[in-house]
């Protein structure tokens, strides 16, 4: 069983900037991919940004294109997005989560995701 815990979400005003954690442990495989998702009230689930065990591949939503990045540290199982000139649309509810076979490729649907996290809260301010 994979235990992902997201940390560094806030409030921030327009403009600004955050920088999300994901930090997995248990589990007895040893490569997979990430991603990150949200929710936003009333609205459903939906794709962030993913990256590959490898790192050398990444795919993110047209929404945060050139705003966002997602990058990890396989020795530290922890994953990060850094989320920069945030907007009001932004808020919402960010989740990580593990795709067991993205190894050199990533999935950008959340059925691609076996394991989840709790959600960390984000609110950008106009």
């Known amino acids: 069983q994979v235990q992902l815990v997201e940390s560094g979400g806030g409030l921030v005003q327009a403009g600004g900037s955050l920088r999300l954690s994901c930090a997995a442990s248990g589990g007895t495989f040893s490569r997979y991919g990430m991603g990150w998702f949200r929710q936003a009230p009333g609205k459903e689930r939906e794709f962030v940004a993913a990256?590959?065990?490898?790192?050398?591949?990444?795919a993110y939503a047209d929404s945060v294109k050139g705003r966002f990045t997602i990058s990890r540290v396989n020795a530290k199982n922890t994953m990060y997005l850094q989320m920069n000139t945030l907007k009001p649309q932004d808020t919402a509810v960010y989740y990580c989560a593990v795709d067991l076979t993205g190894i050199t490729v990533v999935s950008t649907t959340s059925n691609g995701y076996e394991y989840w996290g709790q959600g960390t809260q984000v609110s950008v301010s106009s």
């Open positions: 990256i590959s065990w490898t790192g050398g591949s990444t």
